[in-house]
C-alpha cells in the first residue's frame, strides 16, 4: 500500500469516527451513524477526484466504504463511554486534518499539479468532509468557528510540503515532505484547541444583524 | 423507453413536486417553485452520474427539466387545495424515494458496478436530491429526522435489489429486482410513517448541547 | 483575452468581494476570508465545468484563484470603510450575478450545447456561488429571499441571450447577446433591490410551521 493510500485509509476511518460522533450528538438510529459517517469520510476526497479529474478513490476500492461503516457502527456501540463527545469530535477531527491534508497534497503532487492546485487540494480535502457533515447537521461549520485556526492549519501544512520539497533534490524524499505537512496541521490545530492559538480577526463592528 | 428511463422520469416528476411544495412553505414566486423544483428532482441523480462517470442524464435529455418545471408550476398553481402541505409532501417524498433508488440501483447494475456501489448509488440516488431541499430550504434533513426510517429504506431497498439478482439465473430479470426495491423502499418508508416503525436509536444521553 | 474569459475573471472578484465581506459579518481571520472568498468566487463555475464535462476553469489557470484572494485580503483591510456591509454585499452580489450569468451562457454556447442547457448553464453559474456562501455561513439564502427577483433575473438574462442570437444571423455577434444578457440580469435585480420589483408570490396560507 502505498503512503497516500496509507493517509487516505487513515483520514477515512478517522472522519467516519467524527461523522459519527456528530450522529450520537443527533440521536439518530445504526444507519444513520453509517451514512453520516461514510459522508464525513469521502467527502473531500470526493471533491478532489471530482476536481482532479481522477477516478473516485472510493469507487474503486469500495473497502474505504467498508472501514467507515465499521468505523460508524464501532461508535453507535461505544459513544458512550467517553465523558464527551463534542471534545472527542473536535481532537478527533484536529487528526483527521492532519492525514488528510497530506493525502490531498500526494495525490495532486503525484499527478505533476502546479503548486496552486496543491495548496487548494490540501485545503478541499482537508475541509469539505467536514464542512458536509456539520451543513447537514446544522451545526455552524467548524471552518467558520471564530477564533479558531482551522483553514489555517490546512493552508500552513500544504504549504510545508510544497517548501519541504524545494529543498535540494534527493535530500528528502516526497514522503517526509507529506510527514511534514501533517506534523504541521496537528501542531496547528492543537494549539489553537489547547493553547488558544489564533490570527487576528476582523472586528471592527459589532456582530453582523440578522438578515 | 427503457424502465430505468421510466424510473429516472417518475422520480423527476415526484421529487420536483416535493421541492414546489417546500418552495410553497417558504412562500416563493413561481421561478422560485421552479428552480427549488428542478434542483430537488435533478440533484440526486446528478451526483449518481457524476460519480459514475456517465452523462449527466438531464444533460442528455433536458426533457427531464421541461417534466420538472411542469410539475413545479402545477404546485404553483394548485398547492392551496391540499389540506396539508407539509403531510403531502413527506408522503411524495416517500413515493419518490421508491422510485429513484431502483433508478440508481439500476444504473449502477447496468455498468457492471460491484455490489458495495450498487448498494451506494441507490441511496445516493435516493437521498441526495432530498437532502439538497432542505439544506437550501434551511429545514432539518428529513434523513436526519429522529426516529423515522428514511436512509434505512434506501439501504434495504438496494439490498433487496442485489439479493433478488442472486436467484437461480433466469428466474427473475434485472427489472423484476427493481421493482422489488421499490416496493421494499415504499413499504418501509410507508410503515415508518404511519406506524411508526423505527430502528433502536442512539440514546445515552441528553440532548446535544449547541455547539 | 476572450470575452468568457474576461466575464469569468470579473464574476470571480466580485463574487470574492461578496463571499469576504460574508466573513466580515461572521468575524472571521483573513484565511477565512480568503475561503469564503474563494467559494463563492468559483462554486457557479466549477459546477459549471464539471456538468459541462470541461476542465474546472481555476484548475487550467490559477490566477483566477489568486485574483480571488487578492480581492478576500483588500476586504479584510478594508470593509470598516464601508457605511453599510450588508448593503455593498447585496449590491456587488447584483454586479457578480451580471457578469457570472453571461460567462455560463457564453461557455454553453461555445460548446453548442442546446437551448434548455444554455438556460440551465447561465443560472447555475449565477445562483451556486452565491448559494454555497450563503450555505456556509447559516445564511437565509439570497435566491430564497421573499418577494425579490433572483433566480428570476439570471433566467431572463438567459433567455435575452437566447432570443438576441435569434436575430437575423450576422446582424449581431454572440458577444453583443452577452452583453445584452448581463444588461438584463443587472436592470431586473437593481430593479427588485431599489424599487420592489417582484413576481407574485404563493401565499395562500400563513407561514409554514417548524418541521
Partial sequence: MTLIGVLDLASVVIFALTGALAASRAQLDVIGF?????LTAVGGGTVRDVLLNRDVFWMVAPQF?????????LVFFTAHLLESRLKALDWLDAMALAVAVPAGVGAALSMGQSWPIVLVMGVVTGCLGGLMRD??????????????????CCFAGSATALLLRQLPAGTLPTGSALIGCGV???ALRAGSMAFGWRLPVYKSRPPRAKR
Same sequence: chains 1, 2, 3.
Avoid at 34 to 38: A, E, K, P, S, T
Avoid at 65 to 73: H, S
Fill in 34 to 38: 453509517i451514512f453520516l459517517g461514510c
Fill in 65 to 73: 466504504l467498508g472501514a467507515a461503516t465499521a468505523a460508524a457502527v
Fill in 135 to 152: 451543513v447537514v447537521c446544522n451545526e455552524v461549520p467548524l471552518v467558520l468557528k471564530q477564533g479558531e485556526l482551522y483553514v489555517t
Fill in 184 to 186: 504541521m496541521v496537528f
